[in-house]
């Protein structure tokens, strides 16, 4: 990966874009490897614009917008901002570069098998911004995926950074720790957050480092489940989703989610099934039972609806 642009500092200076060329060693689909990360249509950190996806992002140099292309087998990255060369830093493994699918084996069921077929550039991405997606994560507990989506997009623009470049609506950078932990009360409460998960995220912020350096030591699944479930408001959820989004573990699995299972269950056997049916359906790909519910459902086999949406569960103690 070459970047070619002036020198970082003059670049952060004068405005001007870093950009950079990614060459996979496998192809890479950008859209359903990177765009799930999107959290609703009105995220304020990520923006699909036509072919180019745009993230917002804090960075140890400062904040920055990442715009990214996919061409002839490339990836064209271009990032604006003081930590325009640290976002650009970060293509590879958003992109799925570190995403280790071997001894996998999509054979054990016909759908799995012919998703995998059809879709041999899914990768799994890693962000590295395990903050972002823990807070996220927390905000998603107990409530409707719109309401979700609201309450990080209301706080997100409220108090995160602007992000820098021409970006095709205005964008932000989600707070800091820091900046999470100062959102005064007030602010939570206008964006629908109720008092748990808002008390969550202002407990976890205050060791936002410390649980960031132990989340990326720990070795396996079960040791960062267990790092993040030690946290007060956090459960097997929670950290599911925080590992897919920021870690790219190709085995977790979001027990306790209000649809998945049911999803799992019908796509593998036509009926609907519980958490415990799912993992057991799941168990012969271990290692990588993240990556089939990614194939399942880019393969857009659905159940029917067979009613009106019922209020999902309480995450906060699984």
Do not use: N
């Not at 271009?78 to 084996?105: I, K, N, R």
């Not at 060791?207 to 990326?216: E, K, P, T, V």
């Not at 039972?289 to 086999?301: D, F, M, P, T, W």
Request: aromatic share 4%.
């Amino acid at each position: 990966m070459t970047v070619t642009a002036a020198p970082e500092s003059d670049a952060a200076a004068s405005g001007a874009p870093l950009e950079t060329v990614y060459r996979p060693a496998r192809p890479v689909d950008l859209r359903s490897t990177v765009g799930v990360l999107r959290r609703g249509p009105g995220d304020p950190t990520m923006v699909h614009d036509g072919t180019v996806i745009w993230r917002a992002l804090r960075t140890a140099t400062g904040t920055a917008t990442l715009a990214l292309r996919s061409s002839s087998g490339e990836i064209r990255a271009t990032a604006w901002g003081p930590g325009a060369a640290a976002a650009l830093d970060t293509v590879p493994a958003l992109c799925g570069a570190q995403d280790d699918d071997s001894g996998f084996d999509a054979s054990h069921h016909p759908l799995v098998a012919e998703a995998a077929r059809r879709r041999p550039s899914l990768r799994l991405a890693r962000t590295d911004q395990v903050f972002d997606a823990l807070a996220c994560a927390i905000l998603e507990q107990k409530v409707t995926g719109l309401q979700a989506f609201r309450a990080w997009r209301v706080l997100v623009t409220r108090f995160g950074e602007p992000a820098p470049g021409p970006t095709p609506r205005p964008m932000h950078a989600a707070p800091s720790a820091e900046g999470w932990r100062r959102i005064p009360s007030w602010a939570w409460h206008s964006a629908g957050v109720q008092p748990p998960q808002s008390k969550t995220i202002v407990r976890v912020a205050e060791r936002g480092d410390s649980i960031r350096r132990a989340l990326i030591a720990a070795a396996t699944g079960a040791d960062r489940d267990r790092v993040l479930t030690s946290l007060p408001g956090i459960g097997l959820w929670t950290s599911a989703e925080t590992r897919i989004r920021a870690l790219g573990d190709p085995d977790a699995v979001s027990v306790g989610d209000y649809h998945l299972a049911h999803e799992i269950g019908y796509a593998l056997t036509g009926s609907r099934t519980d958490d415990d049916g799912m993992l057991e359906l799941l168990a012969p790909w271990a290692g990588h039972r993240q990556r089939v519910i990614r194939l399942i459902s880019a393969s857009g086999v659905r159940e029917p609806r067979r009613g009106p949406r019922l209020a999902p569960e309480d995450h906060r103690g699984r």
